[in-house]
């Protein structure tokens, strides 16, 4: 994994930092509030800690900078058309890709291989769930839940909803 593989998000509400966080929580990151590091070893990157919390001033935008700097992921909160934002999305771009936006996909994954965002999907509608609750429980816009079935849809070869959690139950069962 490479400095490019750590998130890096700078929002503006703490809304949109709860649905980045729970869908990284998910995908097995480990979140603690703040951006101080107590953490004896230098490089963090194995370690797969996301840091969050509000920016509210240079010394904060100092700590978030070296938390991403160690390895670790960041969720900063803060106005990024403001100077403290300006400022903190300069250095954070330095070090890799800065998302500014809560949706932004964490990648693709490796061919033939589901995302855990679309994995939780599949599981609700195939434990009965309509894909509008599907998408609520997730915190998912429906037309997010929609995009990332349909994206389900092609990386398991099928061409309706019912056969991609066919074929998921089938593909988890093994």
């Not at 700097?69 to 999305?89: E, F, P, Y």
């Not at 679309?118 to 429980?137: C, K, S």
Request: hydrophobic share 40%; charged share 25%; proline share 5%.
């Amino acid at each position: 994994m490479n400095g490019d593989d750590q998130p890096r998000y700078v929002l503006p509400s703490a809304g949109d930092a709860t649905a980045v966080l729970r869908r990284l929580a998910r995908s097995g990151w480990t979140t603690r509030e703040g951006f101080a590091l107590t953490e004896q070893a230098w490089d963090l990157t194995g370690n797969r800690l996301l840091l969050f919390g509000r920016v509210p001033d240079r010394e904060t935008v100092r700590l978030v900078v070296l938390a991403a700097a160690r390895g670790a992921g960041v969720v900063a909160i803060t106005d990024a058309t403001g100077d403290i934002g300006r400022s903190l999305l300069a250095d954070l771009t330095r070090l890799g890709p800065v998302h500014r936006d809560p949706g932004a996909d964490p990648g693709p994954a490796p061919s033939g291989e589901l995302l855990p965002e679309q994995r939780a999907l599949l599981d609700r509608l195939a434990n009965g769930e309509t894909i509008a609750a599907a998408a609520a429980a997730e915190f998912l816009s429906l037309r997010t839940a929609n995009r990332r079935i349909a994206q389900a849809r092609e990386t398991l070869g099928v061409r309706t909803t019912r056969e991609a959690v066919l074929a998921y139950l089938s593909q988890r069962s093994n």
